[in-house]
């Protein structure tokens, strides 16, 4: 790989770190991998994985997925922009692949109530364009009375490549 192509991934990956640790949360932030905002909550043992209940806006990039490039992509980053609430029941997480070819990655949401209990989990595959960025909208599902228990989020902040 040319130093260009390496340079611009360690940039790319050096933002994603600076914006994280400076607060691009708009809720609470207690550390990396811990990105907390306002919202709703779940209980640890009704997880929800309904892949079904997100929107994606991409933004940047270009370039086409390979699933035999999937196992060699670096993890792309993934920053909680908001938590949900009873209005907004949803969380919206930046996802940044720092890869020169397209991937798909797993991005992991979780809902927690005030005690910091499991109210709900979101696990879903966003395709990101090659050092392109994507904005997701995870739901909480289970309707308003899952939201309202939802106290703040955590987002996992590397998405692995899906294979």
Same mark, same amino acid.
Do not use: W
């Given at each position: 790989?040319?130093?260009?192509?390496?340079?611009?991934?360690?940039?790319?990956?050096?933002?994603?770190?600076?914006?994280?640790?400076?607060?691009?949360?708009?809720?609470?932030?207690?550390?990396?991998?811990?990105?907390?905002?306002?919202?709703g909550?779940?209980?640890s043992?009704?997880?929800?994985?309904?892949?079904?209940?997100?929107?994606? @806006?991409t %933004?940047?990039?270009?370039?086409?997925?390979?699933?035999? !490039?999937a196992? $060699?992509?670096?993890p792309?980053?993934? /920053?909680?922009?908001?938590?949900?609430t009873?209005?907004?029941?949803?969380?919206?997480?930046?996802?940044?692949?720092?890869?020169?070819?397209a991937?798909?990655?797993?991005?992991?949401v979780?809902?927690?109530?005030?005690k910091?209990?499991?109210?709900?989990?979101?696990?879903?595959?966003?395709?990101?364009?090659?050092?392109g @960025?994507? %904005?997701?909208?995870?739901?909480?599902?289970?309707?308003? !009375?899952?939201? $309202?228990?939802v106290?703040?989020?955590? /987002?996992?902040?590397?998405?692995?490549?899906?294979?």
């Open positions: 790989m040319n130093t260009r192509g390496r340079g611009f991934r360690f940039a790319v990956v050096i933002g994603f770190v600076v914006v994280s640790l400076t607060g691009f949360s708009t809720g609470r932030h207690h550390g990396v991998g811990k990105h907390h905002g306002s919202g909550g779940c209980s043992s009704s997880q929800d994985h309904d892949t079904s209940r997100h929107t994606t @806006t %933004t940047g990039g270009s370039g086409s997925y390979s699933s035999t !490039a196992a $060699s992509q670096s792309a980053m993934a /920053v909680l922009v908001s938590c949900a009873v209005k907004q029941p949803y969380a919206t997480v930046q996802v940044g692949n720092p890869n020169t070819t991937g798909i990655f797993d991005v992991t979780t809902f927690l109530d005030a910091g209990g499991i109210v709900a989990t979101q696990v879903d595959r966003a395709r990101v364009p090659a050092s @960025t994507v %904005t997701l909208r995870e739901y909480v599902g289970g309707g308003s !009375a899952r939201v $309202s228990r106290d703040h989020c955590e /987002v996992r902040d590397l998405a692995p490549a899906s294979g």
